[in-house]
C-alpha cells in the first residue's frame, strides 16, 4: 500500500552559509538554535503568516488565507508535501522566471493560435520546474531555517535586493509600476527573492560546492573531442565602399573610387581612407571585415578579393552597392586550438554536465522523501502522477 513516508531531519552543530551564488558575498558562520519545540512551532507559524500574501495585495495579506488554499480561480494543479501549487502561483512564476524577453519576443512573431500554444507548452514545463523548487525550498528551510539569526539574513538579503531593485528602476513609484506590469505584488516578489535566495544556497551546499573537475579531466576531454574544438579558416580583409557624394553619374562616381585607389597605391593607409571615403558599417574600424572559409572549399576567399594574396589591393570594382577597393589582409589557417586556450571552456562544460547529474540525482532523492501529486488541470497539462 502506498503511503506518505515520514523522515526525520538530522540536526548538525552549526549551519554553514556560503553566499558564492549571491553576488560573490563572503561566507557566513551562524550557531545552530537549540529551539525548543514551542519555538520552532513559533516560528513556522510566523513563516506561515508571512507567505499567506502571496498573490494578494500586501494590506489584506494579514487576513488572506495561503495561495495553497482552494479559493475561487484558483486551480488546483499539484502538490509537493504540504504545498499546493495553483494556477495563479504557476501564472507569477512563470512571469518572474521564465517568461523571458527572447521568449516574448518569440511568441510575438507567431500567430496568435500558435503563440499560446507555444506559451502553454513552456508554462506546462514551468509546473515541473517549480514543483521541483518546492522539493529544494522545503528542504532549504528545514536545514537553514532552524535558525533566528538566518531569519534576520535572509530578510536583510531580500531588502538589499529590494534597494537595488528601487535603484536600477530609478524610484519606489517606477519599482511598483514595473511589478505592475508583470502582474506581480510587492509582497509577491518579496517571498519569491526570499525563496529563490533559500534554493540557490541549498543548490551551492548540496550540489555546485560538491562539483570539482580534475585536469586530469580536462585533458582526457580535449584529447576525445579535439576535433570538435577546430576553428575555421577565415579570410579577414577591408572594403572601402566609395561614397557617391557630389557624383551626378556613374562614371563620376568611378573616377572617384580610382583617385582613391591611387592614393592607397602611393602609400596611403587604406583603413585611414576606409574611414574617410566609405559609406555605412565599412567606414568604422577602417573597412574591416572577417569572414569564415566554407568547409567545403579550403581555398575560398571572398569575391572582391579573387586573385589577391594578403597585403595586396584590388582595382575598382563595381557592385550592386556601388564601386568597390578591397585588401586582403590575411588568412588564418584552420586549426585546433591548444589545450591551454580551451581549458577554461572544457572546465565549464564538464562542471555543468556534473551539476545537472548532481541535481537530477538531488531530486530523485528529496522525491523519494516527500508526497509528490500532479493533476490534469489548465491547458497543456494532460497527466496525473503521484509519488510517494
Known amino acids: ?172 513609484m517606477a519599482l511598483h509600476r514595473w511589478l505592475s506590469e508583470q502582474g506581480i505584488s510587492l509582497k509577491e516578489w518579496e517571498n519569491l527573492t526570499a525563496d529563490s535566495i533559500l534554493v540557490r544556497q541549498y543548490a551551492w551546499d548540496k550540489i555546485a560546492s560538491r562539483v570539482h573537475v580534475s585536469p586530469a579531466e580536462v585533458r582526457r576531454y580535449y584529447e576525445d573531442h579535439k576535433e570538435t574544438f577546430r576553428q575555421p579558416r577565415r579570410v579577414i580583409y577591408r572594403v572601402i565602399l566609395t561614397d557617391p557624394s557630389g557624383c551626378e553619374t556613374a562614371e563620376q562616381e568611378r573616377a572617384k573610387a580610382e583617385r582613391i585607389l591611387q592614393q592607397i597605391l602611393r602609400g596611403g593607409d587604406f583603413a585611414q581612407m576606409a574611414e574617410k571615403h566609405s559609406l555605412d558599417r565599412d567606414r568604422t574600424e577602417g573597412g574591416l571585415r572577417e569572414v569564415e572559409a566554407p568547409e567545403s572549399a579550403p581555398d575560398w576567399v571572398p569575391p572582391l578579393c579573387a586573385g589577391l594574396e594578403p597585403g595586396m589591393v584590388s582595382d575598382v570594382q563595381q557592385t550592386s552597392a556601388g564601386y568597390c577597393i578591397a585588401k586582403l589582409e590575411r588568412i588564418v589557417p584552420s586549426r585546433v586550438p591548444p589545450l591551454e586556450q580551451m581549458q577554461g571552456e572544457i572546465q565549464r562544460i564538464l562542471t555543468d554536465r556534473k551539476k545537472d547529474r548532481a541535481r537530477k540525482k538531488l531530486i530523485r532523492q528529496l522525491r523519494n522523501r516527500a508526497h509528490v501529486e500532479r493533476w490534469t488541470g489548465g491547458p497543456g497539462f494532460e497527466t496525473t502522477e503521484s509519488a510517494q
Do not use: W
Open 1 to 172: 500500500m502506498r503511503g506518505r513516508r515520514l523522515y526525520r531531519v538530522r540536526s548538525t552543530g552549526h549551519v554553514r552559509l556560503c553566499y558564492h551564488c549571491l553576488r560573490g558575498q563572503s561566507s557566513v558562520h551562524l550557531p545552530a538554535s537549540e529551539a525548543t519545540l514551542k519555538k520552532t512551532i513559533a516560528f513556522i507559524s510566523i513563516l506561515l503568516f508571512l507567505l499567506a500574501g502571496i498573490g494578494r495585495n500586501p494590506a489584506e495579506a494579514a487576513v488572506a488565507p495561503p495561495l495553497s488554499q482552494d479559493k475561487g480561480g484558483e486551480e488546483k494543479l499539484a502538490r509537493v508535501n504540504e504545498h499546493v501549487i495553483t494556477s495563479r502561483e504557476l501564472d507569477v512564476y512563470f512571469k518572474v522566471f521564465r517568461l523571458t524577453d527572447e521568449l516574448r519576443e518569440q511568441g510575438e512573431k507567431l500567430p496568435p493560435l500558435e503563440r499560446e500554444k507555444l506559451y502553454a507548452e513552456r508554462r506546462k514545463r514551468a509546473l515541473g520546474d517549480l514543483m521541483e523548487r518546492h522539493l529544494m525550498l522545503g528542504a532549504a528551510k528545514k536545514e537553514y531555517l532552524d535558525s533566528v539569526g538566518m531569519q534576520a539574513v535572509l530578510d536583510g538579503l531580500v531588502a538589499k535586493r529590494l534597494r537595488e531593485l528601487k535603484t536600477k528602476m530609478g524610484s519606489l
